[in-house]
């Protein structure tokens, strides 16, 4: 009866009878083939990131915020500092104006001269500038302050923590207590106090500073000073339980230098922390800076800033409403969708701080 | 545990030290000085009145001098008003933590509230609507949220007086104020209520058939709250430097409003008395929350 070669099998072995097996076929093999192409970290969170509905909200958000405040400028007639002329003469019917309305001057120039004016979409300011620009500067000085304070906290911090990690004992000792202190500095009292000084000892200087807006610099060196300690805190928590791995180990043993152990092999088993706090940190540098620019201390005049906008827009409140309506609605919009993004891409790139 | 009350104390202290370094040397560098706007004052009563500020003297000295004064408790004069800045600070320190101290309750009782609701009612169009406040109330500043009160219940509706020096109505500031730090205290109680739930002695005081209720008040919330008391402390930093605006708008003069007036005036002891009030003001609380924090949760090792 067994046609195969098996030696007998007895009673009681638990031995498998191959006869009662079939080899599978071809397309049966086939079926089994369900291995996906090989994927990185990054593109895996990349994935999850854009099946969060909210995210891609959000990142549709800025992405359309970002659009409109490069191009804007190239296809809005006005400047955020010019004051509206028509036929080369100072426009004095053009204060206030509505949305989407013209002054006297300017509907008499078109009846006459038989063109079209670019419309001011939010209407004019106090002095005769149109909003709608003044807008889109502010929400680029804004995203701009947001943006380079991030990255200045994110090189500070990374470095003062990564350093501090890594060297341990005293040093790191030394180096967190420097931390703490910081770290319980009232912030907003030191800000205000240094933007105050900055603004003065730098309003005077000329050339590169005077350019970008010294307050923009003052808020820079304000970030710079005070906000890279919870950044340093993490990175250096991080670093701490990564250090302690085997391959860390192996790089020592084989002789690598510290400075390259860190940023070959430490920083990037870190990345994942480092991203999500850079991208909570822009909307808080955001509302920051349009709190220091609504009590005055923000960037200097006539550059416009969201705060500074709403700011202006509270004094004549009871007659133009709709003027707080745009900046006070950028700032809530940019925020939020940061807010967004960076909850998601917590969500995407580190699963386990998800609660 | 006694170690690490007198590690943090005297960090707190030395914190305080800076504070008082930076602000002193910081307000110094500020171009012009409190006497120099003075219009048509002569060289001679310019000089007596920086006498008797000790303005004359080296920075150093005007530093120390400060500082010994402030270990007795005095905090100087104010150079623009001539008045006690220890008892204009006190003055206008009670608006401040009278409105403070509301938005604060109201922020951590609501906000517990609606985390709690949050999450016990997870997924159902109540969480939603709850998370979705929360989340769009942490991205509108409270300048703005102030500026749209006061439009919308003072002019539009004119249901409160805008600007009465006698009102006692601190409705609308106590809502801008409170709404941050409650969404804020909403979602870290929900996020860590929700953690709770589904820990094991959770399950254990279900399985023993103990009440719906007490298993939320006794077991859950109590576990629940521990992150939100570390907030505690950041809360009320952000409440009172909220506050200077909104007392601005809303035309109160409290703690926050004297200080940006005292910048404006170069009023040095009016800036340094605030500043180190309010310094303090924080620096203690934090303190106070991290130390109540480790009390309440025997988890937490002491280092």
Redesign the interface.
Do not use: Q
């Given at each position: 009866m067994s046609e195969n070669n098996m030696p007998k099998k007895n009673p009681l072995s638990m031995q498998i009878d191959l006869a009662k097996f079939e080899k599978a076929t071809e397309e049966e093999k086939r079926q089994q083939d369900v291995m996906s192409e090989s994927s990185t970290f990054f593109k895996d969170s990349m994935k999850k990131l854009f099946k969060n509905p909210l995210a891609v909200f959000s990142i549709i958000v800025l992405v359309a915020i970002i659009l409109v405040i490069i191009f804007a400028p190239m296809v809005v007639p006005y400047g955020y500092s010019e004051i509206l002329k028509v036929n080369g003469m100072r426009d004095k019917t053009a204060m206030n104006l509505g949305p989407m309305q013209f002054s006297e001057n300017e509907l008499k120039y078109m009846e006459e001269n038989n063109v079209k004016l670019f419309p001011h979409i939010f209407g004019t300011d106090e002095l005769s500038r149109d909003y709608f620009i003044r807008v889109v500067y502010g929400t680029r000085v804004s995203l701009a302050v947001g943006f380079f304070a991030s990255i200045i906290v994110l090189i500070i911090g990374v470095l003062y923590g990564s350093i501090s990690g890594y060297a341990g004992g005293k040093v790191d000792l030394f180096m967190m207590r420097i931390v703490d202190v910081i770290y319980s500095l009232p912030d907003m009292l030191v800000i205000i106090l240094l933007s105050v000084v900055l603004k003065e000892v730098m309003g005077e200087s000329t050339g590169i500073f005077a350019k970008l807006g010294t307050n923009m610099i003052s808020i820079f060196i304000v970030f710079g000073l005070l906000y890279w300690v919870g950044m340093a805190r993490l990175v250096r928590g991080q670093i701490l339980s990564v250090k302690e791995n085997e391959y860390v180990l192996a790089a020592k043993s084989i002789g690598a230098k510290p400075g390259r152990i860190i940023w070959k092999h430490i920083l990037p088993n870190c990345l994942s922390v480092i991203i999500i706090t850079t991208a909570l940190q822009i909307p808080s540098a955001i509302f920051t800076e349009s709190f220091l620019s609504f009590i005055g201390l923000g960037v200097a005049a006539p550059m416009p800033s969201l705060g500074s906008l709403a700011n202006t827009a509270r004094q004549g409140i009871q007659s133009y409403p709709y003027k707080l309506l745009f900046p006070a609605l950028m700032i809530c919009l940019i925020v939020l969708a940061l807010n967004l993004l960076g909850d998601g891409l917590r969500d995407a790139l580190d699963p386990k701080l998800k609660k | 545990m006694a170690k690490y009350v007198v590690k943090r104390v005297l960090?707190?202290i030395?914190?305080i030290f800076?504070?008082t370094l930076?602000?002193f040397f910081?307000?110094n560098?500020?171009?012009?000085g409190p006497f120099n706007s003075e219009k048509a004052s002569s060289p001679q009563v310019k000089a007596a009145l920086e006498a008797r500020y000790n303005l004359d003297k080296p920075l150093l000295t005007q530093y120390v001098i400060y500082i010994k004064g402030l270990l007795h408790g005095d905090l100087g004069i104010s150079t623009k008003t001539g008045r006690d800045i220890g008892e204009t600070i006190f003055e206008s320190f009670k608006v401040s933590a009278t409105i403070g101290g509301m938005a604060a309750v109201i922020a951590i009782i609501l906000g517990i509230v609606f985390g709690s609701i949050a999450a016990l009612k997870r997924n159902t169009i109540v969480d939603r609507i709850i998370v979705f406040l929360s989340?769009?109330c942490?991205?509108?500043?409270s300048?703005?949220l102030a500026?749209?009160l006061?439009?919308v219940f003072c002019?539009k509706l004119g249901w409160i007086q805008v600007w009465d020096a006698n009102s006692n109505n601190f409705l609308l500031p106590v809502i801008s104020l409170s709404m941050y730090p409650m969404s804020y205290i909403t979602r870290l109680t929900k996020?860590?209520m929700?953690?709770v739930l589904g820990q094991d002695y959770v399950r254990t005081a279900k399985a023993k058939g103990v009440s719906q209720r007490l298993v939320i008040f006794k077991h859950a919330l109590r576990n629940a709250l521990i992150p939100v008391i570390t907030y505690v402390g950041p809360m009320l930093?952000s409440i009172?430097?909220g506050s200077?605006?909104v007392e601005?708008?809303f035309t109160l003069g409290g703690l926050g409003s004297k200080?940006?007036t005292g910048?404006t005036n170069r009023d040095y002891p009016m800036?340094m008395g605030t500043?180190i009030f309010?310094?303090i003001l924080?620096?203690v609380m934090?303190l106070v929350s991290d130390l109540v924090y480790k009390l309440v949760d025997p988890r937490i090792t002491f280092d």
């Open positions: - | 960090l707190a030395v914190t800076i504070i930076i602000a910081t307000m560098a500020i171009p012009g989340t769009l942490t991205a509108v500043p300048f703005v500026t749209l006061l439009y002019i996020t860590s929700l953690d930093a009172l430097t200077m605006v601005s708008i200080f940006v910048i800036i500043t309010l310094a924080m620096v934090n």
